[in-house]
Structures are given as C-alpha cells and as structure tokens.
C-alpha cells in the first residue's frame, strides 16, 4: 500500500509569484488536509477537504487555496506568495473525516 | 494563544532509559489527542492516541497518560532507544467540531544517547 506523496520536495519562488503543490493521498483515503510548518513551529491546519468539498479552514488568507480531485488527491495553491510563506507544507490523509490522518514527507517552500 | 503547548523544547536520556514528554492544552473542548515523531526530512508519523473518555493507552513501548482535569497529557517511552530520537509533537483534536482538525504543540526533540 503507496502511503501519502507529496510533489515537488523543494522550491523556490520570488515573492508575488504563484505556487502548487500536490500531494497523492493514500489508497482508501477520502480526506486530505494541508498544514503549514513554519521554523520551530508545529504545524498550523489550512484547511481539509473531504470528497472534493472544503471542510473547513484554518487562519489562512484566501491567497491559500485548494481542489481535491475524483481520485482523492489534491492540490495547495499560493498566490501572490510573501516571504512569510516560506515553510513546510505538509499534506495528512485519513480515510474517513474522524480517522487518523497520516502524513506526507512535505514540500519546503523558499520565498525570495 | 497556544492552546496545546509542549514547555521542553528538548529532552536528552540515556538508551535503556524511560523518556516522559509533555504536553497541556488550554481547550477544554479538545477530547482526542494524538503523539506524531518526526525525523528530518520526514513528514510526521503516528504514534499513538487516546480519547478523552480514558486516561491510558499503550502499545509496545509506548504509553500515553491523560489527566483531564489537569488538561495533561504525557507520552511514556520504555525502554528508550537511538532510534527513538527525533522532535515529538502533541496534537488535539475537537471531535464535534465542523472539521477534524489537528492542534499541535511546538514539540520536543528527543535525544537518545547510546
């Protein structure tokens, strides 16, 4: 069984650009939910989604946006990046809303 | 305002040792708690958990104490080894709540000394 996947592992972007990232949810999960992890910091929920609905939001400005896909997987979409934005982004799925979420390995975001 | 706070930010114990990490919340609305280890260049892995309507759950080495009316909880590691080191993050869960959000601590990282 493939566990969570997350793509790309790094980048980089100037500030005012746009970013995605994607993350493959595990086989038989219909839930994906996005955290950001700044530096020394655990990470903060942005949002979730379950069966390609939004099922709530953290305290994220609406630059942070997200899809899920008929297949489960989902995309995190920064717009109008701020060097603030720079962090670990982590992806957990969990195989119903109430189940235990299990994590990707992340994508480290740099904003320059 | 941290609602789950993890006050060590490191803890260094000798292999063969017990590891206590802790972990309080604010929220008294919180009624499921998880423990996540993370090495680097992971995500964060499931450790253990236990509902509110308990104040104990172990598995292997593992134990996880819950004293509600202290809003504490605490991860027990026995017997502690090397690999067992890496940062330990509490996280709480509202479970009536419109989503399922987890709340993390800051964590703490665990030295395991051979």
């Known amino acids: 069984e493939t566990g969570v996947t997350q793509s790309p592992t790094h980048l980089i972007k100037t500030r005012g650009q746009q970013v995605t990232l994607r993350c493959s949810s595990q086989?038989?999960?219909?839930?994906v939910s996005w955290y950001q992890q700044a530096l020394g910091q655990g990470p903060q929920f942005i949002f979730q989604?379950?069966?390609?609905?939004?099922?709530g939001r953290g305290n994220f400005p609406p630059r942070f946006s997200g899809l899920q896909f008929p297949n489960y997987s989902s995309e995190l979409n920064v717009n109008a990046l701020e060097l603030d934005d720079s962090a670990l982004y982590l992806c957990?799925?969990?195989?119903?809303?109430?189940?235990?979420?299990?994590f990707g390995p992340g994508t480290r975001l740099t904003v320059l | 305002d941290q609602q789950v706070k993890q006050n060590s930010p490191s803890l260094s114990v000798q292999e063969g040792r017990i590891s206590i990490l802790n972990c309080d919340y604010t929220?008294?609305?919180?009624?499921?708690f998880l423990w996540y280890k993370k090495y680097p260049a992971e995500g964060p892995t499931f450790l253990i958990s236990?509902?509110?309507?308990?104040d104990k759950n172990e598995d292997g080495r593992f134990t996880v104490f819950l004293n509600k009316s202290a809003k504490h909880l605490s991860l027990h590691i026995v017997p502690s080894q090397p690999g067992d080191s890496a940062v330990y993050f509490c996280?709480?869960?509202?479970?009536?709540?419109?989503?399922?959000?987890?709340?993390f601590g800051k964590g703490t990282l665990l030295t395991v000394n051979p």
């Open positions: 957990a799925s969990s195989r119903s809303l109430t189940d235990t979420q299990y």
């Open positions: 086989s038989g999960h219909n839930t």
């Open positions: 989604y379950y069966r390609e609905e939004e099922n």
């Open positions: 929220n008294s609305m919180f009624d499921y």
């Open positions: 236990i509902s509110s309507i308990k």
């Open positions: 996280a709480a869960v509202r479970s009536g709540g419109s989503n399922y959000k987890l709340t």
